[in-house]
C-alpha cells in the first residue's frame, strides 16, 4: 500500500469514527436518564423522551405479543415486524429480567446499523465529502437514533433513490413501495419513479408498458407485505391509517401553528381536506417547473415533494426531519439551507419538549409562541430548499448524464 492510499483509508476510517461518536451521542441522549425511570419531568426537560421506552408495555412487546395479531399497533406493517423482532431479540438476550432500557439499546442498535447503510450508499454513490461527514455527524441521528423506528423507511427511501440513479426503476418503485410499508413517506417517490418510465426512452408502447410494469413491482412489493396482515387482522392493520386521518395535529405542524398563533384556526375535516388539495396543488407545481430541468433524473425531486409533504400535513412529529435529512444531503443543490433546517430541527426539537415539560409544571418550559419561532424558522429553510431543489441543479452524483438516464 503506498502513502497515498493509506492516507486515504485513513479519511474513510475518521469518518467512520465519527459516526461511530455520533451514534454513542445518539444512545447517551436517550439512555441517561433511563436509570429508576423518568422522574420530575426529565424526558422533556432534557429531551431523552422515546417512543421506545413507553411501547414496550404499552404495545406489549415484553409479553412477545405478535403485532396486529394479538396486539394493537398504529404503525404500518414493517414497522410493527421490526418492532416485534427487536423485542423478540431483547427477550432472547436479556431473558425475564428485559427490561424496557435494554430494549431501548437494541432498538438503538439496530438504527444505527440502518444509519451506516446510509452512510455506504452515500459513499457508494459518490456524495461529496463534506455531505458524507453532515450524515457521520448528523444533529438528527443524535436526537432520534433512538426515538421511533423511521430509519428503517428513511433507508428504503434512499435505496429506491440508489436504484433510480441507475435507471433500475422496478426495483427502485419495489424499494419505495417497502418503504411505504414501514412509514407512509416513501410512497411519495412512486409517482415520480412512474413518471420517469413512461417519459424516458423509447417509444409509446415501450414506455407504457415500462411504466405498467414499475406500476404492478409497486403493488406486488407493497402487497406482499401488508395482505397476508389485513386478511388475518384486518381492524388491526387499518388503525395506522385511520389514526392519521383522526388525528387533528401535532405542535410543530404549520396548521397548529396557525391556530396557535390566531393566523387561521382551522378543524379536524377542514386540515384533511386543505392538507390534501395544498399537498397535491404543490406536488403539481413542483413536477410542472421542474420537469425541464430535471426530466432525466425526476427521482431527485422527491426532496422538494417530501418537504411540502411535511409543511402541508397536519401532523409534523419531530422525528419528521429523519426523513428529510438524508434526501438532502444527497440532492440539495446547496449545503447552507441544509444547515439551517437542522439548525430549526434542532430548535424545534426543543421549543416542543420544554412545551411538554411546562405542561407538567418543569422548567424549562416555553410557549406555543416558541414552537412556532422554531418551527416558523425551519419552515422558512425548508421552502428554501424546495426552491432550490426545483429551480438549482442536481448534484452531479444524482446522476444527470445521458449514461444514467432511464432505461426499460
Not at 439512555?31 to 424526558?43: L, N
Not at 426495483?171 to 410512497?187: M, W, Y
Not at 411504466?211 to 387499518?238: C, D, E, F
Request: net charge positive.
Amino acid at each position: 500500500m503506498n502513502q497515498d492510499d493509506a492516507r486515504l483509508d485513513w479519511r474513510a476510517a475518521s469518518l467512520w469514527i465519527a459516526f461511530v461518536l455520533t451514534c454513542f451521542a445518539g444512545w447517551s441522549f436517550k439512555s441517561h436518564c433511563m436509570p429508576g425511570g423518568w422522574r420530575d419531568a426529565e424526558q422533556y426537560t432534557t429531551g431523552c423522551y422515546s417512543d421506545v421506552v413507553p411501547f414496550w408495555f404499552g404495545r406489549e412487546v415484553a409479553q412477545g405479543k405478535i403485532p396486529y395479531v394479538q396486539t394493537r399497533m398504529e404503525y404500518p406493517v414493517l414497522t410493527g415486524a421490526q418492532i416485534w423482532a427487536e423485542g423478540a431479540l431483547t427477550r432472547t438476550l436479556f431473558g425475564r429480567k428485559a427490561h424496557d432500557g435494554q430494549f431501548l439499546a437494541i432498538v438503538t442498535l439496530a438504527n444505527a446499523l440502518l444509519a451506516a447503510l446510509i452512510l455506504r450508499m452515500f459513499l457508494a454513490a459518490g456524495v461529496e465529502r463534506r455531505r458524507l461527514w453532515a450524515w457521520a455527524a448528523a444533529p438528527p441521528l443524535i436526537l432520534y437514533l433512538g426515538h421511533n423506528w423511521d430509519l428503517a423507511a428513511a433507508a428504503l427511501a434512499v435505496v429506491a433513490m440508489m436504484f433510480a440513479r441507475a435507471g433500475r426503476l422496478v426495483p427502485a418503485a419495489s424499494a419505495a413501495a417497502l418503504g411505504a410499508a414501514a412509514k407512509l413517506f416513501p410512497a411519495l417517490a412512486l409517482p415520480l419513479i412512474g413518471l420517469q418510465a413512461l417519459f424516458g426512452r423509447g417509444g409509446w408502447r415501450a414506455r407504457l408498458v415500462r411504466a405498467a410494469i414499475v406500476t404492478a413491482a409497486a403493488i406486488a412489493a407493497w402487497g406482499a407485505v401488508n395482505l397476508p396482515v389485513a386478511l388475518l387482522a384486518p381492524g388491526n392493520w387499518s388503525e395506522f391509517y385511520r389514526f392519521s386521518q383522526e388525528r387533528t395535529g401535532t405542535a410543530g405542524a404549520t396548521w397548529d401553528l396557525l391556530a396557535n398563533t390566531g393566523l387561521w384556526v382551522t378543524w379536524l375535516d377542514q386540515r384533511n381536506f386543505y392538507a390534501t388539495a395544498l399537498f397535491f396543488a404543490g406536488f403539481a407545481l413542483i413536477v410542472a417547473i421542474g420537469w425541464r430541468r430535471h426530466r432525466d433524473h425526476l427521482w431527485v425531486l422527491f426532496t422538494p415533494v417530501l418537504a411540502w409533504f411535511m409543511l402541508t400535513n397536519k401532523v409534523y412529529s419531530p422525528q419528521f426531519d429523519l426523513w428529510l435529512y438524508p434526501m438532502l444531503l444527497l440532492t440539495a443543490p446547496r449545503l447552507l439551507p441544509v444547515a439551517l433546517f437542522a439548525l430549526g430541527d434542532v430548535a424545534a426539537y426543543f421549543a416542543e419538549f420544554w412545551f411538554f415539560a411546562g405542561m407538567e409544571g418543569a422548567w424549562p418550559a416555553t410557549t406555543p409562541m416558541h414552537i412556532a419561532y422554531a418551527a416558523g424558522f425551519r419552515g422558512a429553510a425548508m421552502l428554501w430548499i424546495i426552491a432550490d431543489c426545483v429551480l438549482r441543479r442536481a448534484p452531479h452524483w444524482t446522476g444527470s448524464e445521458p449514461s444514467l438516464r432511464a432505461q426499460p
